[in-house]
């Protein structure tokens, strides 16, 4: 069974630029989650969804966004740049939001 | 808010056990895990054990939960070179995969 997969791998963005970063979740898995890894910071959470719909949110400025399709594939979007995006961005899933929280092997951010 | 706490560094020798300890502030917490992380790496599912438990074993691993004193720890036994990462220690909290992780504890293991 095919892990969760998270593309690209690597990105290089300058401030201002917009960028998004796209997940598949583990199949049959209908929820997605999305964290930020930074040294500073450590693990935080961006949000969570399922069946397209947002049901929980961190504490992070509205230029962070995201979707889920239909098909629980989810994307999140980051506008407007700035250094301070500079991370490894996780995703994660799950059945249904329960106790397995799998995680995919990140898009590392690099903003100039 | 809640917090998650646990030390940053663990040398052990290979063969013996590790115990990475780690701390939470919020008792309504349901489920607490833990998780590695290897260079360049996402984060791996070791384990994770239901707040109503004390303890959970699962082949090297065993899981030990002190409700009470809000403490977690986990044992690795007969530790390998391959057990070298950074272990997070995280806490369910919110709903919905909203987890609080530990800043993570790098284990180093020598010969």
């Known amino acids: 069974k095919a892990g969760v997969t998270q593309t690209p791998r690597y990105l290089i963005k300058t401030r201002g630029q917009q960028v998004t970063l796209s997940c598949s979740p583990i199949?049959?898995?209908?929820?997605v989650s999305w964290y930020q890894q930074t040294p500073g910071q450590g693990l935080q959470f961006l949000f969570e969804?399922?069946?397209?719909?947002?049901?929980n949110k961190g504490n992070f400025p509205g230029r962070f966004s995201g979707r889920q399709f239909s098909n629980s594939r989810s994307e999140m979007n980051v506008s407007t740049l700035e250094l301070g995006d500079s991370a490894l961005y996780l995703c994660?899933?799950?059945?249904?939001?329960?106790?397995?929280?799998?995680f995919g092997s990140g898009t590392q951010l690099s903003v100039l | 808010g809640e917090d998650v706490e646990q030390s940053l560094f663990l040398s052990v020798r290979e063969g013996d056990s590790s115990v990475i300890n780690c701390t939470y502030t919020?008792?309504?917490?349901?489920?607490l895990y833990w998780y590695k992380q290897e260079p360049g790496a996402g984060l791996q599912l070791l384990t994770y054990?239901?707040?109503?438990?004390d303890m959970k074993q699962d082949q090297r691993l065993t899981v030990l939960l002190n409700k009470k004193d809000k403490h977690l720890s986990l044992r690795i036994a007969d530790t390998q070179t391959g057990d070298s990462a950074i272990y997070f220690c995280?806490?369910?909290?919110?709903?919905?995969?909203?987890?609080?992780f530990g800043a993570g504890t790098r284990l180093a293991v020598h010969p």
């Open positions: 919020d008792s309504s917490s349901t489920y």
């Open positions: 054990i239901f707040s109503n438990m």
């Open positions: 969804y399922f069946s397209e719909t947002q049901r």
């Open positions: 994660a899933s799950s059945l249904a939001g329960d106790e397995k929280l799998f």
């Open positions: 995280a806490a369910d909290w919110g709903g919905y995969n909203k987890l609080i």
């Open positions: 199949s049959g898995h209908r929820s």
